[in-house]
């Protein structure tokens, strides 16, 4: 392993790690503080903004396969990923820069403009996952050298977790619109060099144009890839630390800002741990560190439950703790993608 000879450069890998964090920094942001944002404000009911989020997550679902099917039909000059990738650099930031800002109209304009301005910011959001994570199977037809890229994504999405800590202390000193704009900025600027470093370099010649319906008839036949979603929709759809800690801040520990406190304590171990993932997998492999791991999560949920937070230094350790184990299994479900793939153009065919 240590005689490997990458096909790509290490600032090639740098910056695609590099969009990652700039990615995950836009979506940490608005997924942790956007509901309290709103509610707490801009002054909308938690019933509107539940019912909104809602509604766009639904939509995203549906938006989701028709925007991925459209990447798959599209090739450009310059490439089939990265130009998508480099719209997306721009709109990306600039849209959730305008999420959060509260208009001076009456409630009702006020919800309107949040139903546009998120649902608007959601699909472009789209346009940059599917590129993304694809983009790593063109950039490198090395299966390793793809693990690599993904584990420099996620540790990028780890730091990204972190540096939202400070969001809230931020925001005490310059308000909503301005500690946003200042994530956005950074967020473009380490976005912003992979147009022009990644090179795609794997070609993959279809039979055929992929239709809607072959994308899903392929879904169902990629045993994997259905057990992949699956997963990852449990582990998601559980992970509620981010979205929870600003309230829980507030209203149990009577300081918003205690924010900064409870989400730098639980990150930081997964910052530490973040570079040995590839070495992680080498020795255990993703399946058996990512059913043990959804496991130990569960068990120290429930230990965190009975434990309380009458002591803030018992919770914070055990919070780190299950926060380790919480976060291995998403930062290793993006490698499972480009195997998916893999296993999908093995039984298929076709390369969906």
């Keep these: 392993m240590g005689n490997l000879q990458y096909q790509t450069s290490r600032f090639e890998r740098l910056s695609y790690g590099g969009f990652f964090l700039g990615q995950n920094i836009i979506y940490t942001i608005q997924f942790q503080f956007l509901t309290y944002f709103y509610v707490e404000y801009v002054g909308l009911t938690l019933g509107h903004t539940t019912v909104m989020l809602l509604i766009a997550k639904l939509w995203d679902a549906f938006n989701d396969p028709i925007m991925g099917a459209i990447v ?15 719209f997306v650099t721009y709109f990306v930031p600039l849209t959730l820069f305008f ?40 950039m490198t037809d090395e299966i390793y050298e793809r693990d690599k890229l993904i584990s ?6 780890a730091i990204a977790a972190i540096s939202s800590a400070v969001f809230m202390s931020i925001k005490a000193n310059l308000g909503w619109t301005a500690t946003a704009g200042i ?24 039979s055929s144009d992929i239709t809607f319906k072959k994308v899903f008839q392929f ?39 205690m924010v900064t406190v409870i989400m730098g304590t639980t990150v930081l171990p997964v910052i530490i741990i973040a570079p040995f993932l590839p070495a992680l997998i080498k020795g255990f492999g993703k399946k ?29 350790a055990i919070a780190s703790v299950r926060v380790v184990f919480m976060q291995l299994p998403l930062l290793i479900y993006g490698m499972f993608t480009a195997d998916c793939i893999e296993y999908g153009a093995y039984i298929n065919g076709e390369r969906t």
């Design 99 to 138: 999420v959060f800002i509260n208009i001076n109209a009456t409630y009702n304009v006020k919800l309107i403009y949040a139903y546009i301005s998120y649902i608007v910011w959601g699909m472009v959001y789209t346009v940059s996952d599917a590129p993304l994570f694809s983009l790593s199977t063109v």
């Design 183 to 206: 994530y956005c900025a950074f967020a473009f600027i380490v976005m912003f060099p992979l147009q022009f470093t990644a090179k795609e370099r794997v070609k993959y010649e279809r």
């Design 219 to 257: 879904l169902f036949k990629n045993k994997y890839l259905m057990i992949y979603y699956l997963g990852f929709m449990a582990i998601s759809s559980t992970n509620t630390l981010q979205t929870m800690a600003v309230y829980f801040a507030n209203s149990n520990l009577g300081d918003e800002t």
């Design 288 to 316: 058996r560190i990512t059913v043990v791991s959804s496991i130990a999560t569960i068990i120290l949920c429930v230990v965190q439950y009975y434990a309380g937070y009458d002591s803030l230094v018992v919770f914070l």
């Design 72 to 86: 798959d039909k599209c090739n450009f000059k310059q490439g089939k990923y990265l130009p998508w990738l480099k």
């Design 152 to 157: 420099y994504g996620r540790l990028a999405a």
